[in-house]
């Protein structure tokens, strides 16, 4: 009998048992269901993390800190004694957290390691106040370097390139507070940050000076950015002129917790990586940071995938079930299609396109719907969860279409042993079934 | 020609062993219609059996155009049957829940017949048994008789040169069961195809060309065949 006759007449067979046929396939649709919605929660996880690091890190960026072994007991030494995370309070803060800093004689070595473009190091003074009108005056939680290579979204104006040394990124909040009306209206306006500098001798009237910076553009919240927002962006050089105005003369001068270095190729960061972890450095690149947060998808990915395994288990119980008895009520055809001239085997493959067209209806089934429902639900996961314009259902062909294939194979594993008895009946003994 | 040689089939082992049919031997020559009359029990159906390759005696041989169907092996027997036999049973098997165009076009498929060739043998077979117009009815809807007709356009689809039929009226009026003999030995004269009436029905018997007795596995008697079969044994135990 001909492979195809064979399928016609399989799918024949399931259509004279319709609910019988639905109720097997439902069985497998809810492990397929489960199956592809966890598929695509995960690749969806993936991609989002995969966007988180590619807009808020440069693939090119390595970044660079000093660690000592945090548990070793630490000599006292004066010039680490008096730096602290930000430049302000003076103690020996750094020194119990493990961390020492990169002084310049570090940053030339890692500058000459190869592959290395440029080393910057971590610039955020601690500024006094940010206004715009001279007379409300607002605290600045965190200033920071614009990098081009940082996707951000803007609600008005914009960067071309790299910014320039007078000019600064405002992010929505500031823009408001700082008494502009729209985020539209702050550009083109010139704000005004205030920096003390430090004293390292107590002299009663410390030396303080206004920077004036021209908006260029108001960054708004996006789902994507975990480190830029709510900072004020000002370019490199302008927060080295901050930073060393603030610094110079203490003990935390030219001392930084972090350098980021420029690599010449993004396939050459782990390279640059194992190098400077091979100089005493600790070093962490973009695909180390999303490495990271891919374990904790994985694991979810897993634990929801078990959960659709254990459902296809139970389903191919169910399948086997349903051939079996199906096999006894069609003894009676069996013998006669024997009788006939069919071949063992031919019944045998009779019998298995019957479960190979089960776990094809229930994995369409249960596929597709995770289709429409996960479409339909991801604006509303996406809402809830605040990640504006990103799905976190993302559902590719591929993998559908395997969930269905996996679930075609897993049913015609299911239904060997009916097969297999069906393909072993013997004609006379069928025949003789009334 | 079917030349039946010295064919025993026993059933059961050692103390429990049943001889159902007992060194049998007989020749029918090609196109004629025989009877194999018995009551049940008399081994009619085993001989059957063994004569289509569905069954394999212990001992024996069943020469079919020159080839002894049981030392073949089962694929070949079963391609073997896909085209040159065909059956009628007493309960009709057709398929109840399939469309009569779907059932008679079932040995087609086995017999691996193109697609497009089957539409016009299946309607023949439906025509020669006047059951054309009933082609897209589903089986279940038939009466007794038209099972049995549809059972025959099956039968006679693929143009088979031997025909087994087992009781065919068994379950038939006499005007239907006579109805349902005219299209079997109709065929069987046309196309001038062997037709072998397993029955204990001395009637239906009667319509052969050859009758075969057989009780308790061995042959009683025979008639209408031109040379007598060989001698047989007396059943033992």
Redesign the interface.
Known sequence: ??VA?IIR?AG?SLR?AKTRTLLTSLAIGVGAFTITLSLAGGQGGRDYADAIVKSNTDVREVVVTKQTDETAVQEYDPDTAGLSLGAGTPGPAAASSGIEPITMTDIDQITEVEHVDSVTPNYSPQVNYITADGDNEFVVSSLSTFAPAVTLTYAAGGVDGELADDQIVLNEDYAEALGFASPEDAVDQTVTINATRQQTVFTGSPEAKDVDFTVVAVSSESGLAFRSQGSLLISTNAAKELYDYITEGTAAYNKFFIASVLVDDPENAGLVKTELENQGYSAQTAEDILGTINIFINVLLGILLGFGALAVLTSVFGIINTQYISVLERT??I????????????VGKLFTFEAAWIGFLGGGIGAGLAVIAGTIANPYISDALGLGDIYLLIFEPLQVVGVVVILIIISILAGIFPALKASKLD??EA?RT? | MIEVKHITKTYGKKQNTFIAINDVSFTIPNGKSVAILGKSGSGKSTLMHAMSGLDRPQQGQVVIDGRDILKLKSKDVDAFRAQKMSFIFQSFFVQANESCYDNVSLPLEIAKVPRSKRRQKVEAALSAVQLLDKKKSRARDLSGGQKQRLAIARAIVNEPDILFADEPTGNLDSTTGGVVEDFLFNYAKDRGATLIVVTHDEDLARKCDARINIKDGVIESTTGFAERPTKKKKVMG
């Open positions: 009998m001909k006759d007449r024949r004279q009676q055809q013998g006669l299609m024997k009788a006939l001239g069919m071949s063992g085997g031919d004609p006379i025949l009334e």
